[in-house]
Every structure is written in structure tokens, then in C-alpha cells.
């Protein structure tokens, strides 16, 4: 991958804002290296042979998994089963991705679907007390309460948890269903590497390939620095919103994972960039206009893949077209004062995915040391759980 900062930004830059973010390079690198939270800097793969066993027997006996988990327990492996998962062909395994909703109509038709096809769990949280993640457990537990035997369960629920702490390791150490280990030292939306996600990935990608590229990226630390600094400058120009723009509609639940990587880490005292996210050419033609003639609070990070599978359209490759539309999408844009990077791929694999993902992460926890935030904690997202928990007398 490469990343151009340059060409469709520098114009725009403060070359005093830059010189000032970039002096604190050293500081910044010194408190990555000695943060408590960094585990994903140097993630532990020795679970890869496990994951491949359990999947091989999830395989043997289930037509389907069901992923039970929700925020960094679920993004990462969602988006990227469904980068890595054809749109239209009929599948013989199947993954449902469920745990994110508490939305009855949706629960009822997954549990009524669930009688009607084998089926396992691999339920994720590192908590192991997150609320759609409990609810959604037990109500499919009990499908397979009624449906399978007891010594069936036990080869058919995988639980991912914390190595000590929460309900969910008590219940593996009580009934003995196979588990892996979320580590200590890494947060939910930094777990792309830990079983969390490898697991339910292991069922669409060769999980190697993925760990090779986040491996490589791991070694883009300036980059993903200069990258930080200059959002950090467009921050104090007011530009205070990343736009992230795909080609490619199967980046939807990518673009999610991204908003959840920067939102949740730099989003605290009243600081951070709002990130948000477009597929185009679908959303030229409706928030297209806010972008070319709107407030100008934006910035933009394109994807820009150089080559996709190829389909050949009034003897012309749609993909090219594609490129050329990008290209002029960039160029408006940057003509109507709006700044643009752009990250270069050439092609979509598992290990390019993997390099570009571990280069966001750096650039996440970089952007959130430059705001002087700690990038590995989340804590307003507890202040709406604790209101639930009185509403509900818990
Ligand atoms: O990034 C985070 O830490 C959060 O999004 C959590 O992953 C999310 O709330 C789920 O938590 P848990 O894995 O404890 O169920």
C-alpha cells in the first residue's frame, strides 16, 4: 500500500501546524512503545493451529456459525468476511454475524431460521457482560436446548473471552466448551489479530495471508505518524470531519470498523476528527453535493484500488472507468476546497487488508496521542450503559 498525503493536500496544509506536530515524534513513539495497551504491536499467533481444528470441526457438523459479539468483539472479522465473501454466489457454509441488535422482529426470525439449519455459536466479548451480547446468547442457547443434545452442545459452542475474569470463562471452566483468549493488553477495536476475529475469518480467508500483511504494516510506523499529523492539522484548521470513500461496496462494514477505530479513540474531552464514510458512485448522488458545495468541515481519504477482477462492459473494463470516475471525484473535490488523501492498493487480498488495517491502527493511536487522549480507552460509551442498567433496576 502506499499512502499520498501530498499531492491533493499540500496546498491546504499549514506548514507551522505540521512542523509543530511532527516535533513530537519521539514523544509519541516513546509512549506507544511503553503503553499498557499495546499488545496488538506485537500480537501472539500461536492459536492459529487451534482456530484451523475448530474450524475443521464447526465444519464437520454445521451448516452455519453464528458470531455473537458487538463493537470491536464484531467489526473487524464482519468486514472483513464480508470484503472476502462473494455478493452473489450460493454458499455451502455459512456465517451469520448476530448480537448487535435488540430488535425483536430481527431475533425472532434468527431464532425461527436457526431451527432449520445445523448450527454452532462462537459467542465473542472480553467483558463477557455486554447486553446484546447476553441476550443474544441465551435466547440461542435455548434454540439448541430444545434442538440438540447435551453432548452435542459441547461441540457446538466456542466462547472467546477474557483468560480469568467474567460469566463466560466461569461457564467454560464449569461446562468445558472449547475457548480462546481476548489478551489483557489488547482493546476490543485493536483485536483484529487475537481469536476474536481470527476464528470466525478462518471460515473465508486463509488467516495466514491476513497475519503476513498486518505484519508489514506494522512496519509503516512514520508513515502512519504523517498520516496522524496531518489530521491532526486539518483537526485545528476545522476541518473536523474524515470522510473515508470507497469504490467498493463490499468496504461497507470496513468503513464501519474504521469509524469505530478513530471514533471510539480519539473522540474524548471535547476533541477528535467525527469520522464518516461514503460508497460511491452510489453517494455522489446524494451527499455528493454537501461534499463538492457544503460547510466545508471535511476532509476525505479515498481507496484507491488499482486493480479488481476484470468485467468487460460495451468493450470497456468497468473497473477503469471506476478509476477514471475517482480520479475526477478527487479532482472536483479538491477544486471545491475540499482536501483529499489517498491510499493506494494494489489489489484487495487478505494480505493487504491485513497491512492496511495494522497501518490504521498505528494511525489511530498516533492520532490519539497527538490529541493528548488515551487512544486505548472508551469511556463515554460507559456512561449510556450505566443509564440502562438503572432504567432497568439491574
Ligand atoms: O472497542 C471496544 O472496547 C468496544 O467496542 C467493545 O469491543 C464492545 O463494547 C464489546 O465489548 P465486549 O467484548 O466486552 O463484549
Redesign the pocket.
Known amino acids: 500500500m502506499k499512502i499520498d498525503i501530498n499531492t491533493y493536500m499540500s496546498h491546504f496544509l499549514d506548514s507551522n501546524l505540521i512542523e509543530k506536530y511532527n516535533g513530537r515524534k519521539n514523544e509519541i513513539f516513546k509512549k506507544l512503545d511503553t503503553a499498557s495497551m499495546n499488545g496488538w504491536l506485537t500480537p501472539d499467533v500461536s492459536c492459529v493451529s487451534d482456530i484451523l481444528r475448530v474450524r475443521d470441526k464447526v465444519l464437520s457438523h454445521s451448516k452455519c456459525l453464528v458470531v455473537i459479539?458487538?463493537?470491536?468483539?464484531f467489526l473487524g472479522s464482519c468486514a472483513l468476511y464480508s470484503m472476502f465473501t462473494p455478493y452473489f454466489k450460493k454458499r455451502d457454509f455459512q456465517v451469520i454475524f448476530a448480537g448487535t441488535t435488540l430488535s425483536s422482529s430481527y431475533m425472532s426470525e434468527l431464532l425461527e431460521y436457526l431451527e432449520t439449519v445445523d448450527f454452532s455459536i462462537n459467542v465473542?466479548?472480553?467483558?463477557?457482560?455486554?447486553m446484546e451480547?447476553s441476550l443474544t446468547y441465551s435466547a440461542i442457547k435455548n434454540v439448541m436446548e430444545k434442538k440438540y443434545s447435551k453432548e452435542e452442545i459441547l461441540e457446538r459452542i466456542i466462547i472467546t473471552t477474557d483468560s480469568v475474569k467474567g460469566n463466560l470463562r466461569s461457564e467454560v471452566k464449569e461446562k468445558g466448551y472449547e475457548s480462546f483468549i481476548?489478551p489483557d493488553n489488547i482493546?476490543?477495536?485493536y483485536s483484529l489479530l487475537t481469536p476474536a476475529h481470527l476464528l470466525p475469518l478462518s471460515f473465508c480467508i486463509d488467516i495466514n495471508e491476513l497475519i503476513t500483511g498486518y505484519q508489514e504494516g506494522l512496519k509503516l510506523k512514520d508513515e502512519a505518524f504523517s498520516y496522524a499529523v496531518v489530521r491532526r492539522s486539518m483537526f485545528d484548521q476545522e476541518k473536523v470531519v474524515e470522510n473515508f470513500v470507497t469504490y467498493e461496496n463490499n468496504f461497507y462494514y470496513y468503513m464501519e470498523w474504521l469509524k469505530?477505530l478513530f471514533g471510539?479513540t480519539e473522540g474524548k474531552e471535547g476533541k477528535g476528527l467525527f469520522p464518516s464514510s461514503m460508497i460511491h458512485t452510489r453517494d455522489l448522488h446524494s451527499l455528493g453535493q454537501f461534499v463538492q458545495e457544503g460547510n466545508k468541515i471535511l476532509f476525505e481519504t479515498f481507496f484507491y484500488i488499482k486493480n479488481m477482477p476484470s468485467c468487460m462492459v460495451d468493450g470497456r473494463n468497468l473497473h477503469d472507468i471506476n478509476l477514471v470516475v475517482e480520479d475526477s471525484v478527487i479532482a472536483a473535490h479538491v477544486s471545491g476546497g475540499v482536501p483529499c488523501i489517498v491510499l493506494e492498493l494494489d489489489n484487495l487480498t487478505p494480505k493487504v487488508i491485513g497491512e492496511v488495517s495494522s497501518f490504521f491502527f498505528l494511525a489511530a493511536a498516533f492520532s490519539g496521542f497527538l490529541f493528548d487522549v488515551d487512544p486505548f480507552n472508551?469511556p463515554g460509551?460507559e456512561v449510556y450503559k450505566s443509564e440502562v442498567r438503572s432504567r432497568l433496576g439491574e
Not at 69 to 73: K, M
Not at 124 to 130: V, Y
Open positions: 459479539g458487538i463493537g470491536g468483539s465473542i466479548s472480553k467483558s463477557g457482560t455486554t451480547t481476548i482493546g476490543g477495536r469505530q471510539e472508551q460509551v
